[in-house]
């Protein structure tokens, strides 16, 4: 019921979003500006990977869902978005392409593959800022996004490309009156998905607690619990991520990440495949249009209940990272990063063999409008 409430959802306020957007198109600009809060908005990142190992492949491991493509230029998310905010509703519509697009929604209806984001929201009340919002939304977990220049690094952790860059279905979520305090609850159709599972009746859990207890500091907890099987295969799934950001003063700042999850072996198990990733990252900032970052992390899943290497060992990998950000132009950001990565077993493409590590260069350029 859940799974086809938010396909209808989905797809009539796509419809309906662009049909405004299409009916005000003539409309005089300055008399439709200020009676609909309107902003449409874009964002392009393109980016380039010199893969060390020499790798005819053309792209990077399978645990690598953004910025995948190696050897020549590629655009990793464009997006066109249109954002409507009024007091006591709201809508987001944001329609993408790129290799991201493409690695991250491989499991949806040709239909679906564009839908970025589409979800709109109404205000329980006049009194609390209490929302209730439905349909494709970005993921409640973690602190790294797929809007590259949201993140501190050029290319994401092995923790954020291994856990859900988006999610589908209904948030009630809370914001207390001195910003200090959100909390969420979420019925969800799966891990990273629109549409459910083949064969899935079943609907994921989640809920999202934040805390900040000054503007310098902010503790994050995020959950999923659920079945992204089919029923007759079904295997629960428990996972949690907690993350610190502190930010020192204006130069310095630091984030700290854990994510750890289980899964049932066999369905009706007691015995549980555990996967756990830290991560590390401190960011520099030399100017107002220079800086620099460096991260430190360790993922290891030896089961393969993520990502599946079929090595003895299973993926038990460390990978260590520095990069500059120059914002060249308002709208234009340049990216470069250095990215080593260890692992406990020969699982990287090299010169069409395998290697125990790998060591890439990537650069990037956004712009934004």
Not at 24 to 31: G, I, L, P, Y
Request: with cysteine; hydrophobic share 35%.
């Amino acid at each position: 019921m859940l799974n086809h409430l938010m396909i209808k959802i989905i797809k009539n306020g796509t419809i309906l979003l662009t049909c405004f957007l299409v009916g005000n198109a003539f409309a005089d600009e300055a008399s439709f500006k200020s009676k609909i809060p309107l902003k449409v908005s874009g964002y392009i990142e393109s980016y380039n990977i010199h893969d060390f190992n020499r790798s005819s492949r053309g792209t990077r491991p399978s645990f690598a869902f953004s910025h995948n493509e190696t050897g020549k230029p590629s655009i990793n998310l464009a997006i066109i978005q249109a954002d409507l905010d009024f007091e006591n509703v709201r809508a987001h519509l944001a329609l993408g392409s790129g290799t991201y697009m493409r690695a991250n929604y491989t499991q949806e209806p040709d239909s679906l593959q564009k839908i970025y984001a589409a979800n709109v929201g109404v205000k329980l009340s006049s009194q609390r800022n209490l929302w209730l919002d439905a349909g494709v939304m970005p993921s409640h977990v973690g602190f790294e996004s797929a809007i590259g220049l949201q993140n501190w690094t050029l290319t994401r952790s092995i923790l954020a490309d291994n856990s859900p860059y988006f999610e589908t279905g209904a948030k009630v979520s809370y914001t207390s009156e001195d910003k200090r305090w959100y909390a969420s609850a979420l019925i969800l159709n799966g891990w990273q998905r629109i549409q459910r599972a083949d064969g899935n009746t079943t609907p994921t859990f989640g809920h999202q607690l934040t805390y900040q207890p000054s503007p310098q500091l902010t503790l994050n907890s995020s959950s999923l619990i659920g079945n992204d099987q089919s029923d007759r295969d079904r295997k629960m799934r428990y996972f949690h991520n907690f993350y610190a950001q502190y930010q020192f003063d204006e130069r310095w700042g630091f984030i700290a990440g854990f994510d750890i999850g289980a899964q049932q072996k066999v369905r009706g198990s007691d015995s549980y495949d555990i996967w756990l990733s830290p991560v590390l990252i401190g960011r520099y900032r030399y100017s107002d249009t220079v800086s620099i970052a460096a991260r430190a992390e360790y993922y290891q899943d030896t089961n393969g209940v993520i990502v599946e290497t079929n090595a003895p060992n299973g993926f038990r990998t460390q990978s260590y990272s520095a990069n500059i950000d120059y914002q060249f132009l308002k709208n234009i950001n340049l990216r470069a990063e250095l990215r080593k990565f260890y692992s406990k077993d020969k699982i990287f493409t090299h010169d069409d063999g395998l290697n125990k590590d790998s060591f890439i260069f990537t650069t990037a350029m956004i712009f934004t409008f």
